[in-house]
């Protein structure tokens, strides 16, 4: 029988991370993960085109992976949970950081070398 708690949460999950499997979302929310940033950061900071940011953008907030702020005419956006800020900084560890670099490049030189 299927545990319909593991199974909520399964799916959760997996909503989670359909959200950050695009480059431009995770990038979005890894320059987010540093603090509130506006649109027009973004957009420089990223080199993406407004309309791709916005559609980007758009699919994060129906995700509630972030919030918005409105001062005036500009729009500001930030990480909307702690969950979210958690994540990406395992992401980071994992995939981005000078270590995991390292530990990757050390892997596959022995790959290398058992192969020859």
Same mark, same amino acid.
Request: net charge negative; charged share 25%; proline share 1%.
């Given at each position: 029988?299927? +545990?319909?708690?593991?199974?909520?949460?399964?799916?959760?999950?997996?909503?989670? $991370?359909?959200?950050?499997?695009?480059?431009? &979302?995770?990038?979005?929310?890894?320059?987010?993960?540093?603090?509130?940033?506006?649109?027009? %950061?973004?957009?420089?900071?990223? =080199?993406? *085109?407004?309309?791709?940011?916005?559609?980007?953008?758009? !699919? $994060? &907030?129906? +995700?509630?992976?972030?919030?918005? &702020? *409105?001062? =005036?005419?500009?729009?500001?956006?930030?990480?909307?949970? %702690?969950?979210? !800020?958690?994540? $990406?900084?395992?992401?980071?560890?994992?995939?981005?950081?000078?270590?995991?670099?390292?530990?990757? %490049?050390?892997?596959?030189?022995? &790959?290398?070398?058992?192969?020859?």
């Amino acid at each position: 029988m299927v +545990d319909q708690a593991m199974l909520a949460g399964a799916t959760e999950a997996a909503d989670f $991370l359909k959200a950050l499997g695009n480059e431009n &979302r995770l990038l979005i929310l890894c320059h987010l993960s540093e603090g509130e940033m506006s649109v027009s %950061e973004l957009e420089t900071a990223l =080199g993406l *085109r407004q309309p791709t940011l916005s559609q980007q953008l758009a !699919r $994060l &907030r129906s +995700d509630e992976l972030v919030d918005t &702020r *409105r001062d =005036g005419k500009t729009i500001y956006y930030s990480l909307a949970s %702690e969950e979210v !800020r958690k994540l $990406l900084e395992l992401m980071y560890n994992l995939f981005c950081s000078t270590e995991a670099k390292a530990a990757r %490049e050390k892997m596959a030189a022995a &790959r290398n070398s058992a192969a020859a």
